[in-house]
């Protein structure tokens, strides 16, 4: 019986940078999911400015920490970096619903991607970026 995963040597240049890749999105959002549970008084400011009240906070690190756990267990990283992507998309919409700048959940959605693009031959496959 044949695995439908292929384990593909990987010189250290590119496993380190599939590492560093991956650590600071992730990084970044399980700090940002933690503080959102937290509350601190700064980060409640804001809220209020983007139009969501302190009790969504919760619910929005919930949300955050749970699609950043799915995307740190291998066998489940494509379909974290899915939810991780929905995440971010609606942190950007919301970011520009009020003028503010809305770069870091962008380049934060490409990181998750691009290290999952060197980590698993599976993706590379489908969107052949490199030759």
């Given amino acids: 019986m044949q695995s439908d995963t292929q384990t593909v040597p990987v010189s250290k240049k590119a496993l380190w940078s599939e590492h560093i ?10 700090a940002s999911g ?50 991780e992507t929905g995440y971010l998309g609606g942190a950007t919409a919301t970011h520009v619903r009020v003028s503010d700048p809305f770069f870091i ?9 691009a290290g999952l693009y060197l980590r698993d031959a599976r993706l590379s496959a489908h969107l052949p970026l490199r030759t």
């Fill in 21 to 30: 890749l991956r650590a600071i999105p992730v990084l970044m959002l399980l």
């Fill in 34 to 83: 933690v503080m959102k549970l937290v509350k601190p008084s700064f980060l409640m400011k804001l809220f209020d400015r983007l139009g969501s009240g302190e009790s969504l906070a919760v619910v929005i690190g919930i949300v955050e920490l749970a699609c950043t756990v799915v995307f740190l267990v291998p066998r489940n990283s494509v379909l974290g970096a899915i939810l």
């Fill in 105 to 113: 959940p962008i380049v934060l959605g490409v990181l998750v991607w």
